[in-house]
């Protein structure tokens, strides 16, 4: 004879057990859920990648944060602005109107503060986007008849900076 412990350990465990099959009030048999897959993506820790606020080139290796549980899958931190991202958007191989568009919807939500604007904005300018960024992130803003008056980046940059040293210079005054 079968004691009431071992029944009850017998019963528990096929309780326990997720594979089993199983029969409903009505006498129906109930499949069991089928087993979640999780799926390991192996990575290349020495692929470099751009921080997007900063547009700082690394390895990878370099954004990764270290958690109790390991290393995180799903953010990263720039290892020079120390600005937190998800992994996507470090992962992203943008073009420079998708980077536009990114920077603008995320503007609502901080860029500009997260931004190192002087890093970025030579950065910006060693890619060689700095005009046509300017120029989508306009059009996207709705002010891009201003773009007109520039034949060049050069020109462009050039205007920016004399704004840029206009405004610092006013700065200094009422300092």
């Given at each position: 004879m079968v004691r009431e412990k071992k029944l009850y350990d017998m019963h528990n465990k096929a309780k326990d057990d997720k594979q089993q099959i199983r029969f409903g009030a009505k006498a129906e048999v109930i499949q069991p859920k089928p087993a979640e897959i999780t799926q390991f993506t192996t990575v290349n820790c020495n692929e470099p990648v751009m921080c997007p606020f900063c547009l700082h080139?690394?390895?990878?290796?370099?954004?990764?944060?270290?958690?109790?549980?390991?290393?995180?899958?799903?953010?990263?931190?720039?290892?020079?602005?120390?600005?937190?991202?998800?992994?996507?958007?470090?992962?992203?191989?943008?073009?420079?109107?998708?980077?536009?568009?990114?920077?603008?919807?995320?503007?609502?939500?901080?860029?500009?503060?997260?931004?190192?604007?002087h890093a970025w904005k030579e950065r910006l300018r060693a890619i060689g986007?700095?005009?046509?960024?300017?120029?989508?992130?306009?059009?996207?803003?709705?002010?891009?008849?201003?773009?007109?008056?520039?034949?060049?980046?050069?020109?462009?940059?050039?205007?920016?900076?004399?704004?840029?040293?206009?405004?610092e210079a006013a700065n200094k005054e009422s300092v």
């Open positions: 080139r690394a390895k990878l290796s370099s954004f990764f944060i270290s958690t109790k549980k390991g290393i995180s899958q799903g953010k990263a931190q720039c290892p020079e602005c120390h600005n937190g991202m998800l992994m996507k958007s470090l992962w992203a191989q943008w073009t420079l109107q998708e980077y536009a568009e990114w920077v603008f919807k995320y503007a609502k939500m901080g860029f500009w503060q997260k931004c190192p604007f986007w700095s005009y046509e960024f300017w120029k989508r992130y306009r059009d996207l803003k709705g002010s891009g008849d201003v773009d007109a008056q520039f034949n060049s980046a050069e020109e462009q940059s050039d205007y920016y900076d004399k704004r840029a040293a206009e405004y």
